[in-house]
Structures are given as C-alpha cells and as structure tokens.
C-alpha cells in the first residue's frame, strides 16, 4: 500500500502534465483569477494566486517537486544507516482516517529503532526520533498541510509549526532554490483545478453565480 505522509504537502513533479502544458492551464486559472470568473474567491486570495502565477510557474513547481522527491530519499538512506552499515527498517505510524479517497495510508515514517544494545532507542527529543515528515517541512521541502481528524498532539503541533515558521524566514530548501513566490502544493492543485474547470453551457463571467461551484474540475 502507497504511504501519503501525514500533516505535510510537497510540490508536485507530474500533476498537470508537462511544465508547458501546466503553465498554459495556469495561465487561464490566471485569467479567470482576473477577469470576475471566481469573484467568489476573496479577493485577498485571488492577489495572492495572481501574484504567484508567474510565467515560469509551473517550471519551477515541477522541477521544486522533483528535488523534494530527491530531497526524501537522501534523508531516508541517510536516517535508515545504522553505524555497522546495515539498514533500519521504517517505522510506519498510521493516524486520522487511516486511508485516504486515493487508497493511500496516511502516517508519520521514522526509522525504526530496535531497541537493543548495539541499536538503542534515542530519548524522545534526540533528533534521531524526529519524523521523516517533519524533517521534510524542516528542510524547506514541504509545506504544513494538517488536515482533520489527523491532528498532531499539541507539541508535536507546536514543533511542526516552528520547524515551518524557521524554514520561511530562512528561506530553506525549495523556497532558497526557487523564490519565496514559488505556489505550495495545494496552492498549484488548486489553480491547475481552476484553469482546468469547464462548464457544460457557455457563460460570461458575470453569469458565474458568486457564490458555490459552478464548474465541474477536470482531474
């Protein structure tokens, strides 16, 4: 079964098609953002996007997700090594809902510890037992993205909002690579929905109701 880490959100390297293809979808979510199609969105929402679809937008996202990708791997080899060379195994915790609509387990991954002497089990603040989850949002590499009923206990809450919080004001990982303007995970999924959205009749912008969805998002 496919893992979808818990609580965090990293760019994505495929969703949207090719970095061309994403950012002429991106260029309409644009548009709309512009021209009164989703004047239900606040407006202080629609600046924000606005501002973040840059023309290489999709370029950068795409390429930030690759790294990302790149990024987790490293740091799991990296965290799996014991001393000797040998390999941990990964420690799977799962949490909330357990699955989620795409069949994926939702959990936390950390190494496993075995406990012995020759592979002890560091104190619970020891960095050793911090989650690959939150290392992740700790490098720069993925975002917060904490989603009901899969909440973390309050401090492990506070320190993933802090490890976030560092991140931004230092300008880690992907933000340090591709611009403090670079559109999240969720934010690129939602524009790409937007730009992607059809409707079964043709309407102008002023006949898009301002309230609830009127378009059917593609996938």
């Keep these: 079964m496919s893992i979808r880490m818990v609580s965090i959100d990293t760019p994505e390297s495929e969703f ?6 994403a950012q002429a ?4 979510a644009k548009a709309r953002l512009q021209d009164g199609t989703y004047n239900a969105l606040p407006q202080d929402l629609r600046d924000y996007l606005i501002a973040h679809i840059t023309p290489d937008a999709a370029q950068r ?3 930030a997700g690759k790294l990302a990708a790149e990024a987790h791997k490293s740091m ?39 406990g012995t002497a020759s592979d002890p089990l560091p104190p619970r603040e020891h960095p050793d037992r911090r989650t690959f989850n ?13 989603i009901y009923p899969s909440i973390p206990r309050p401090a492990d809450l506070n320190l993933l909002l802090a490890e976030a919080e560092a991140a931004w004001q230092e300008q880690r990982g992907a933000w340090a690579q591709f611009g403090s303007d670079l559109l999240l995970g969720y934010e690129y ?23 609830g969805c009127a378009w059917t998002c593609g996938p």
């Excluded at 979808?25 to 309409?28: G, H, K, V």
């Design 61 to 63: 996202h795409l390429s």
């Design 134 to 146: 939150l290392d992740m949002v700790a490098l720069g590499w993925a975002a917060t993205f904490i």
């Design 16 to 21: 949207g098609g090719s970095p061309p293809t």
């Design 76 to 114: 799991v080899n990296t965290r799996l090594s014991r001393p000797d060379g040998s390999q941990r195994k990964l420690a799977v915790i799962a949490t909330g809902e357990l699955v989620e609509g795409n069949g994926r387990l939702l959990a936390y991954t950390a190494p496993w510890f075995s």
């Design 189 to 211: 999924r939602a524009c790409i929905k937007l730009g992607a959205a059809t409707w079964t009749t043709p309407r102008t912008p002023s006949q898009v109701p301002t309230s």
């Design 25 to 28: 979808t991106l260029e309409r």
